[in-house]
């Protein structure tokens, strides 16, 4: 039997697979994680990317904003946290708040902060968490060239220096995470992250996996960054054990394309030819916690399996799909792709109101609120981008979920096929396919950017 191991919760999946089956597996090229990690934050932040150290950056009377990730991403911040905080030493610890940047996800619990930045840090210092649904939590900084109004976090603008922490990886429709990721949609107001993901967005052909040039929403991702204000980035990388391999900081705009080439070098994989059958995971805890996260594998593997063929896809999903957020409601209300894909769209007779959207309790505290909604724009509603992209994926593959928490009722209603034994699923296929059907196993999902090159 051929063994393939995927990154599933936190103790990963293993699948056998029979030996006279034509399997290529597809993964980005490792490398070593480095030796002295907190030694190499501490020299990035000294000699940083087009910009003063952070340290000459910072004076003790400045206060300073520490943009985090929330629970879905991997940062490790039991290693960063120490090299920035003794950084920043001669800074008085009221001076300094933590923000997290939930964008548009739900609030980190108290629990989840201790296990994301530690018990000491949590104790330490006063911790801010974005809520995208709050207007007055939020003020307007400008307006980009496309005409989204940039609502950023007062307690992020207030600051003297905001600090960008995150790592890079390939990202679904801004090319790379990282960067001003962590501004927009992180501590942006709910209506500035709907227009940035925007259904227009989403359909354009540069707003995917590896590519920044000429994709609308990184290029509005950055804009707003520079709008809100002086920042530091420190994004580190990562390898498939969780390990960093590089550490990237200085400059918002410059450390990030630094970081964004030297992942695309790991991460990107020339495939010649499309596959019948593509298998994938979305690369594992924290980030396969529920199936809104997990489209993002889905997308992955999308991107190499051919028209009418199939997507196995392997999701703990411990956080559902979620309850929280629209994502579910919009699946679960569709008739199908075409009929969601139609009402993101706003195609006429199939759109929602802004009221169904969630918007309206903003709304209702203030009528000016409310989001315009041409057949231009299609819906702009909460969640609704990752819907989009969940029924392109249904109307190119059939995807197949393997979930040890979601039910099968759940799969259905979201629009995929419940999977409880990946390798006969695999023997199944093969009897739709044929004894040659061509298969890829995608081991760490959305950590890889497989492309088409024949």
């Given at each position: 039997?051929k063994?393939?191991?995927?990154?599933?919760g936190?103790?990963?999946?293993?699948?056998?697979?029979?030996?006279d089956?034509?399997?290529?597996?597809?993964?980005?090229?490792?490398?070593?994680?480095?030796?002295d990690?907190?030694?190499?934050?501490?020299?990035?932040?000294?000699?940083?990317?087009?910009?003063?150290?952070?340290?000459?950056?910072v004076?003790?009377?400045?206060t300073?904003?520490?943009?985090?990730?929330?629970?879905?991403?991997?940062?490790?911040?039991d290693?960063?946290?120490p090299?920035?905080?003794?950084?920043?030493?001669?800074?008085?610890?009221?001076?300094?708040?933590?923000?997290?940047?939930?964008?548009?996800?739900?609030?980190?619990?108290?629990?989840?902060l201790?296990?994301?930045?530690?018990?000491?840090?949590?104790?330490?210092?006063?911790?801010?968490?974005?809520?995208?649904?709050d207007?007055?939590s939020?003020?307007?900084?400008?307006?980009?060239?496309?005409?989204?109004?940039?609502?950023?976090?007062?307690?992020?603008?207030?600051?003297?220096?905001?600090?960008?922490?995150?790592?890079?990886?390939?990202?679904?429709?801004?090319?790379f995470?990282?960067g001003?990721?962590?501004?927009?949609?992180?501590?942006?107001?709910?209506?500035?992250?709907?227009?940035?993901?925007?259904?227009?967005?989403?359909?354009?052909?540069?707003?995917?996996w590896?590519?920044?040039?000429?994709?609308?929403?990184?290029?509005?991702?950055?804009?707003?960054?520079?709008?809100?204000?002086?920042?530091?980035?420190?994004?580190?990388?990562?390898?498939?054990?969780?390990a960093?391999?590089?550490i990237?900081a200085?400059?918002?705009?410059?450390?990030?394309?630094?970081?964004?080439?030297?992942?695309?070098?790991?991460?990107?994989?020339?495939?010649?030819?499309?596959?019948?059958?593509?298998?994938?995971?979305?690369?594992?805890?924290?980030?396969?916690?529920?199936?809104?996260?997990?489209?993002?594998?889905?997308?992955?593997?999308?991107?190499?399996?051919?028209?009418?063929?199939?997507?196995i896809?392997?999701?703990?999903?411990?956080?559902?799909?979620?309850?929280?957020?629209?994502?579910?409601?919009?699946?679960?209300e569709?008739?199908?792709?075409?009929?969601?894909?139609?009402?993101?769209?706003?195609?006429?007779?199939?759109?929602?109101?802004?009221?169904?959207?969630?918007?309206?309790?903003?709304?209702?505290?203030?009528?000016q609120?409310?989001?315009?909604?041409?057949?231009?724009?299609g819906?702009?509603?909460?969640?609704?981008?990752?819907?989009?992209?969940?029924?392109?994926?249904?109307?190119?593959a059939?995807?197949?979920?393997?979930?040890?928490?979601?039910?099968?009722?759940?799969?259905?209603?979201?629009?995929?096929?419940?999977?409880?034994?990946?390798?006969?699923?695999?023997?199944?296929?093969?009897?739709?396919?044929?004894?040659?059907?061509?298969?890829?196993?995608?081991?760490?999902?959305?950590?890889?950017?497989?492309?088409?090159?024949?």
């Amino acid at each position: 039997m051929k063994r393939v191991r995927l990154a599933y919760g936190k103790s990963g999946l293993e699948i056998a697979l029979r030996d006279d089956i034509n399997v290529d597996v597809i993964e980005p090229r490792y490398i070593q994680g480095l030796s002295d990690a907190a030694g190499a934050v501490r020299e990035a932040l000294r000699h940083p990317v087009a910009s003063k150290p952070l340290r000459e950056r910072v004076r003790t009377s400045d206060t300073v904003a520490i943009v985090v990730n929330d629970i879905t991403r991997a940062t490790p911040y039991d290693l960063l946290l120490p090299v920035l905080l003794d950084e920043l030493s001669h800074v008085p610890d009221d001076h300094i708040t933590i923000l997290v940047a939930t964008g548009t996800h739900r609030p980190t619990t108290e629990a989840e902060l201790s296990t994301l930045l530690g018990h000491e840090a949590v104790g330490r210092f006063r911790i801010v968490q974005n809520n995208a649904q709050d207007r007055d939590s939020h003020a307007l900084v400008g307006t980009t060239h496309s005409g989204n109004a940039i609502w950023v976090h007062r307690e992020y603008l207030k600051s003297d220096l905001r600090i960008l922490t995150g790592f890079i990886e390939p990202h679904i429709f801004a090319g790379f995470s990282g960067g001003g990721k962590a501004c927009l949609p992180g501590m942006t107001l709910l209506e500035t992250t709907l227009r940035n993901h925007c259904p227009a967005h989403i359909d354009h052909p540069k707003a995917t996996w590896g590519v920044t040039q000429g994709n609308p929403i990184r290029e509005e991702i950055q804009e707003a960054a520079r709008m809100a204000g002086p920042g530091f980035l420190l994004n580190v990388a990562m390898n498939r054990d969780k390990a960093v391999t590089e550490i990237f900081a200085g400059d918002i705009e410059k450390a990030h394309e630094q970081g964004c080439e030297s992942v695309r070098k790991t991460a990107m994989v020339r495939v010649s030819a499309p596959y019948d059958i593509v298998i994938t995971s979305n690369s594992g805890y924290p980030l396969d916690l529920n199936l809104y996260q997990s489209v993002k594998g889905m997308s992955a593997a999308a991107q190499i399996v051919r028209k009418g063929g199939a997507i196995i896809l392997a999701a703990d999903c411990w956080d559902g799909i979620p309850d929280h957020g629209e994502y579910k409601r919009l699946l679960f209300e569709a008739q199908g792709p075409a009929h969601l894909l139609a009402r993101v769209r706003g195609i006429p007779d199939c759109g929602l109101r802004i009221a169904d959207c969630g918007l309206n309790g903003t709304a209702d505290k203030n009528p000016q609120s409310a989001i315009p909604n041409p057949k231009s724009q299609g819906l702009l509603c909460q969640d609704s981008w990752q819907a989009q992209i969940h029924a392109s994926i249904c109307e190119k593959a059939t995807v197949h979920l393997f979930s040890d928490h979601l039910s099968d009722e759940d799969i259905t209603r979201a629009m995929l096929t419940p999977c409880r034994d990946i390798a006969a699923r695999v023997d199944q296929l093969i009897g739709v396919y044929g004894p040659e059907a061509s298969i890829a196993v995608m081991p760490e999902g959305p950590l890889t950017i497989p492309y088409l090159c024949p």
